[in-house]
């Protein structure tokens, strides 16, 4: 059901913590079933030198975060703003389709700290940069 790398990345995840003076927090959740990820980024010279995250959640939500950190982690703001839940997919050599929400969270909670970190640094932050149609308020909706 789950392949090796997911299955790593939930018994062994990467860069879980929290970071206490983090330059950017974003946390995301899914009303549907319950995850809840929270995103922390030290970003320097406009470059992420380190994240982490928490998450409430299944196993898929965890490997979603992990990977998205290691992902992003050692590039610049606007990279990391390239991830997508597909590249989180693929980066995990896939997940069930019932559990395809987790990539949307993680990358979710990436944008959503890139934007807190915008906001703290007096940054213009684009309007539904990367609008993860949610909230319905846009009337775009993801894949799942």
Do not use: W
């Amino acid at each position: 059901m789950y392949s090796e790398k997911v299955m790593d990345h939930f018994m062994n995840p990467r860069n879980v913590g929290e970071i206490e003076d983090a330059d950017g927090v974003g946390q995301v959740g899914n009303a549907k079933c319950g995850d809840i990820m929270k995103m922390y980024l030290k970003i320097e010279n406009n470059v992420i030198v380190d994240v982490k995250f928490r998450t409430f959640g299944c196993g898929a939500a965890i490997a979603t975060s992990s990977i998205a950190t290691e992902m992003i982690k050692g590039k610049t703001v606007e990279e990391a703003l390239k991830l997508t839940n597909k590249s989180v997919v693929e980066a995990l050599d896939g997940l069930p389709p019932a559990k395809l929400h987790c990539s949307i969270l993680a990358e979710e909670a990436v944008v959503a700290a890139i934007e807190d970190y915008k906001r703290r640094h007096g940054h213009e932050i684009e309007d539904a940069q990367q609008c993860p149609g949610c909230c319905g308020k846009c009337g775009s909706s993801r894949d799942e």
